[in-house]
């Protein structure tokens, strides 16, 4: 019993005795890194190659090895491979099952390698892909934004500063602010995609290895411009899992932002927007409710994906050099964070094209007192200091609001009696559009700059 239980893993040779099963569950990553089989088979691939190259494998047992991989890939894909705990992670996993496989060509595999910068490449690949994947949906909700965006260059509507109407804005400005974030969130994740892209096999557990392996042709057969360059920063180092984290984090409360504005804006309150009947869910008790369930959890998700950052950041924080197990808790964050951010990413992309919006409410809530400093401005360009004038147009709002009317409904009249700098111009201040049209300053919502930005953005 004792024997069939140790000939089961192929690493207790040393051990009289096999582990408690509590002690096999409770260590093992294969329930969550089975995640990692196409990667890890890549990654054997390549190591198999190159110790055929250097003199390590005859081409007759990289050949059965490859071919045994590629066969435990079907298998693992079409829901055929047998899945032991025991076998504690997929490395050692695919390792069992190639050598029941191919037999003794199997055994010459781990050749050189350890877990420890076999795991490290697995992740790297994994990221790699994965980040490519990222980026690719970042790019699709910005396309999504823009093409609204142009759509809406004189849709005017409010701006808000603390959550009160504060100066008229466009729905293309408000939209292309979003499009700027998400321009810095890619710009992020290719740089985290560079750090990833470096390849630490050769590294061994934590020393090398004294057989003369060709590091640089595993890199180039899997793509990879760069290998590490100490061996214990190989099997150590996870910086590239929190780059990717921190860089997700980011994305996602950017999302999260996002999705309490479409939020507000669908809300009675706002009335800016009405949600997509395919995005909206009911209430089990009032039949009228029309929930943003959809965006209450992307937003609710944030909390998730920047756990996942401070989880891996505290589970570095204490560790010596070189390789702990602590590291084997880098999957689970980074497949949560993964798992989080690209539905949201994809949803989000879909939804913005599907909202409808109410141009007409937006432009009823961008008028009146939005437009006071626009007021000030002119007197500016009058010759009045800043602060006389926003003290001038102070007592004006004071005044239209305790008359219960608003800027838009003032004569020239009755700014004149605060100023006689109010000329009869004063006036086209007091329309939204003006307001907008003026603000051609460089990054302002001006049509014209903004068509200019939408420009700028499409050729990149
Ligand atoms: N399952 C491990 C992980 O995910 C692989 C490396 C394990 N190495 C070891 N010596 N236990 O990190």
Redesign the pocket.
């Known amino acids: 019993m004792k024997g069939r239980r140790r000939q089961k893993n192929l690493i207790r040779g040393r051990f009289a005795h096999g582990r408690l099963p509590e002690v096999e569950a409770f260590t093992a990553?294969l329930p969550f890194?089975r995640r990692l089989f196409r990667h890890d088979i890549r990654g054997s691939i390549a190591h198999a190659q190159m110790l055929a190259k250097v003199g390590l494998l005859k081409a007759s047992e990289m050949r059965a090895i490859a071919a045994g991989l590629e066969r435990i890939e079907n298998e693992i894909e079409g829901g055929r491979f047998k899945f032991d705990i025991a076998d504690?992670?997929i490395?050692l996993a695919i390792e069992r099952r190639l050598i029941a496989l191919i037999g003794e060509p199997g055994r010459k595999l781990h050749t050189g390698r350890s877990?420890?910068d076999q795991?490290a490449l697995d992740m790297r690949l994994y990221l790699r892909d994965e980040l490519a994947g990222v980026i690719a949906l970042i790019a699709e909700l910005r396309a999504a934004l823009i093409r609204i965006a142009r759509r809406h260059v004189a849709t005017i509507m409010p701006g808000y500063t603390h959550l009160q109407r504060a100066q008229p804005v466009t729905l293309a400005h408000h939209l292309l602010a979003y499009v700027e974030m998400l321009g810095r969130d890619r710009e992020r994740f290719e740089q985290a995609a560079a750090r990833t892209a470096v390849m630490p096999l050769g590294a061994g557990a934590l020393a090398g290895t004294t057989l003369r392996l060709d590091r640089r042709m595993v890199a180039r057969a899997l793509g990879f411009k760069a290998i590490t360059a100490n061996s214990m920063d190989a099997v150590s180092d996870r910086d590239f899992v929190v780059d990717f984290l921190s860089a997700a984090a980011l994305t996602q409360v950017h999302l999260s932002r996002m999705s309490e504005e479409i939020i507000l804006w669908t809300s009675a309150e706002f009335g800016f927007a009405a949600l997509p009947d395919e995005f909206s869910t009911g209430s089990s008790m009032m039949p009228q409710k029309k929930n943003p369930d959809l965006l209450e959890l992307i937003r609710g998700k944030s909390g998730r994906v920047i756990g996942d950052l401070v989880a891996m950041l505290t589970v570095l924080k204490g560790l010596p050099l070189a390789?702990n197990?602590d590291?084997?808790e880098d999957?689970e964050r980074v497949f949560d964070a993964l798992d989080a951010l690209k539905p949201a990413l994809d949803l989000l992309a879909k939804l913005w094209p599907a909202l409808r919006f109410d141009t007409g409410r937006m432009r009823a809530a961008a008028g009146g007192f939005a437009l006071a400093t626009d007021l000030a401005e002119y007197l500016v360009s009058r010759g009045s200091a800043f602060r006389q004038a926003h003290e001038i147009v102070g007592a004006i709002v004071r005044e239209t609001v305790a008359a219960g009317r608003t800027l838009e409904d003032l004569s020239v009249a009755d700014l004149r009696r605060h100023s006689s700098a109010f000329g009869a111009d004063a006036i086209a201040m007091l329309r939204a559009e003006n307001s907008v049209a003026r603000r051609t300053i460089e990054g302002g919502p001006a049509p014209s700059t903004v068509k200019r930005r939408l420009k700028e953005i499409g050729r990149r």
């Open positions: 990553s890194d504690e992670d490395h877990r420890n795991v390789y197990s590291l084997q999957k």
